[in-house]
């Protein structure tokens, strides 16, 4: 089962910083934060992964709060190819479970120009 | 290097039939999981695959099986096709556990 929650739906302007948050208070100590989107029947884009510090990579950034409850993905200057339904996932980092992804609902984010 | 690749892309079969859907992960990854995604139900978890072993499997019926080549590449098999199983079936693979999956385009198979 899906241990995030996410709004359903958001919306930004072009050229905008896009931030979409996720929830996840009952997270443990072993698993990861990840996030993926996915444009419309297409598979599933990875985006970026984080444990407990800040991440930022070519595409986002990932801010998670002190107490790992909850976390905010960061599209900095969003484009109307950014528009696509965004997944925040836990994940185990070790164990019988690993190679499991639990997607959720999802946040359809729409960019508009 | 080239991505992970699924055949057929799209595939319509009628109810009852059993279909065999192919999987080529990315060269070097040994990890294959495979997800249907539906409209009511969204993405959901079938098995996973590691070094020609079932590691993981969903809470799918028995009609549901797969298996892993020793090169990697991955089938999964759907029999006596039922309408409830027309979706999006996505492959995804891994280089190691702890790193990121990676998806395919997908298979659409629409049973009618």
């Known amino acids: 089962d899906a241990k995030t929650t996410q709004p359903p739906s958001m919306d930004c302007a072009e050229g905008r910083a896009a931030n979409l948050p996720c929830n996840h208070s009952t997270i443990s100590g072993n698993e990861y934060v990840y996030w993926y989107r996915q444009i419309h029947s297409q598979g599933p884009q990875y985006i970026i992964h984080?444990?407990?510090n800040n991440e930022t990579n070519e595409m986002a950034s990932l801010i998670i709060t002190e107490d790992r409850k909850s976390s905010t993905l960061i599209l900095p200057h969003a484009t109307l190819r950014d528009t696509a339904v965004y997944y925040c996932i836990v994940r185990v980092s070790r164990g019988s479970t690993l190679g499991r992804l639990y997607f959720g609902r999802g946040t359809q984010l729409t960019v508009w120009p | 290097k080239a991505g992970v690749t699924q055949t057929p892309r799209y595939l319509i079969k009628t109810r009852g039939q059993q279909v065999t859907l192919s999987c080529s992960p990315i060269s070097g990854h040994r990890s294959v999981s495979w997800y249907q995604q539906t409209p009511g139900q969204g993405l959901q978890f079938l098995f996973e695959?590691?070094?020609?072993?079932?590691?993981n499997k969903g809470n799918f019926p028995g009609r549901f099986s797969g298996r892993q080549f020793s090169n990697s590449r991955s089938e999964m098999n759907v029999s006596t096709l039922e309408l409830g199983d027309s979706a999006l079936y996505l492959c995804?693979?891994?280089?190691?556990?702890?790193?990121?999956?990676?998806f395919g385009p997908g298979t659409r198979l629409t049973v009618t």
């Open positions: 984080g444990l407990k």
């Open positions: 695959y590691f070094s020609e072993t079932q590691r």
């Open positions: 995804a693979s891994s280089p190691r556990d702890e790193y990121e999956q990676y």
